[in-house]
């Protein structure tokens, strides 16, 4: 296993277990298995260990595993506030408590923001009184580390990621999502303060494994390196030195053992032109089946409307290259639940963007296509019911 260094030095697997898809079983977790799989990497030297309060069962579930082999002061773990659910001061260090509780801890080495979307999210935390209380669980070493997750789009992360001097980030990252979400930009935003950056989704959830198109499963065999499918989403994250962990779910012991050979032999700044160009390659095969021929560039932005053009145009492809629903809930995710709306109604075909686009996309046109598309009448008003409840305020 190699190691990189937190921002106190702290030395942290490349590798970090995801413990949001361990096995289910009757309705649970199966621990017994998780167990065996969360040995077979803590083994082979993975040291941190990635929770959340939503996710069903898993922080009880990792810190039964870790009680029951005493392994609590030997690793990392990282866990998460579900911040969007806290409205109080009470609710935020009940909330906290619940997970020390569920994990057989009194302390929480990396506490992370739960899937931020908006600098609106962060604000509303701090009128909470977030601040405050992180200073006094740093004091009490209850929290060790403070960051956030994050699933918006650029501007946003690099609001949040300046608003306050955190500890460590986490964000969706793959080599498909290079220009999304907080995107490279944001990486090295962050590496560039001295933030280190974890990595989630390292491989789209498994659709760079399961769902790749016949011609990238050939530019990968036609590369000569025998790697793996999730060898090359891999390789491509450890060969950025900005990255500091990535995070995988693993659950199985193979699943286990792959992961760890990579992050063994795996470098930064080791990938060739060679291999670079067979990373191109899968990626124009991928996106062969987009709608829209949009690169992320956002040379189109800012939009005076506000409309997200990038960010919808990418859900609309995603519907396309990995399936309808992924489409429809990253689109959720990333544009329709953030404070400030960002939706394709939005636009009043003003032509701006348009005249900036390298690729001559019909903006206006191909924007009210892709709003039909993600936002047919159900979705709307559940966008609209969620949007109400979290701002308090009718959604678009
Ligand atoms: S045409 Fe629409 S999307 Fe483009 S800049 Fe104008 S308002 Fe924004
Ligand atoms: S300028 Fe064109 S290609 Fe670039 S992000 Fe905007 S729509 Fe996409």
Redo the contacts with the bound molecule.
């Keep these: 296993m190699q190691y990189r260094k937190d921002r106190n030095g702290t030395p942290l697997s490349i590798l970090g277990y995801g413990c949001m898809r361990f096995t289910k079983k009757g309705g649970g977790i199966d621990v017994d298995k998780a167990e065996q799989e969360l040995l077979e990497a803590y083994r082979a030297g993975v040291n941190y260990f990635d929770t959340a309060y939503l996710y069903p069962g898993s922080e009880a579930a990792l810190g039964e595993i870790l009680e029951r082999n005493q392994l609590r002061e030997k690793v990392r773990i990282a866990t998460k506030l579900p911040q969007y659910l806290i409205g109080s001061r009470t609710a935020l260090e009940r909330t906290f408590q619940e997970e020390l509780s569920r994990l057989r801890t009194d302390y929480v080495d990396y506490y992370l923001m739960h899937h931020m979307t908006d600098v609106a999210m962060w604000e509303k935390l701090k009128n909470v009184g977030i601040i405050d209380w992180i200073a006094e669980k740093k004091r009490s070493g209850a929290i060790r580390n403070i960051g956030f997750s994050y699933h918006g789009n650029t501007e946003n992360f690099l609001r949040i990621l300046e608003d306050y001097d955190w500890d460590f980030c986490q964000i969706q990252y793959n080599y498909l999502d290079e220009v999304a979400q907080a995107g490279k930009t944001g990486l090295q935003a962050a590496a560039k303060r001295g933030v280190p950056v974890m990595i989630m989704e390292p491989l789209r959830g498994g659709k760079l494994v399961n769902m790749l198109p016949e011609a990238a499963k050939r530019a990968m065999r036609e590369s000569g390196r025998g790697w793996t499918a999730a060898e090359w989403g891999l390789r491509w994250l450890y060969d950025q030195p900005e990255v500091t962990v990535v995070l995988s779910g693993m659950n199985s012991v193979e699943m286990v053992r792959e992961n760890c050979r990579v992050a063994a032999d795996a470098q930064a700044n080791a990938l060739t032109d060679a291999d670079r160009e067979t990373i191109e390659r899968i990626k124009r095969a991928i996106r062969e089946r987009e709608k829209v ?9 800012p939009c005076p409307k506000g409309v997200d ?2 960010g919808i ?1 990418r859900c609309y492809n995603t519907m396309f290259t990995e399936s309808k629903r992924e489409g429809r809930s990253q689109f959720i995710q990333t544009v329709g639940l953030t404070r400030e709306p960002a939706f394709a109604s939005q636009c009043v075909r003003c032509g701006k ?1 348009e005249q ?4 001559s ?1 019909p ?1 206006r046109e191909k924007l009210q296509e892709a709003d039909r598309a993600l936002r047919p009448l159900p979705y709307k008003l559940g966008v609209g019911a969620v949007r109400a409840f979290l701002f308090r305020q009718k959604g678009k």
């Design positions: 021929g949009c690169t992320g560039c956002r040379y189109c932005m053009i990038p145009f963007c900036h686009c390298p690729q996309i903006i």
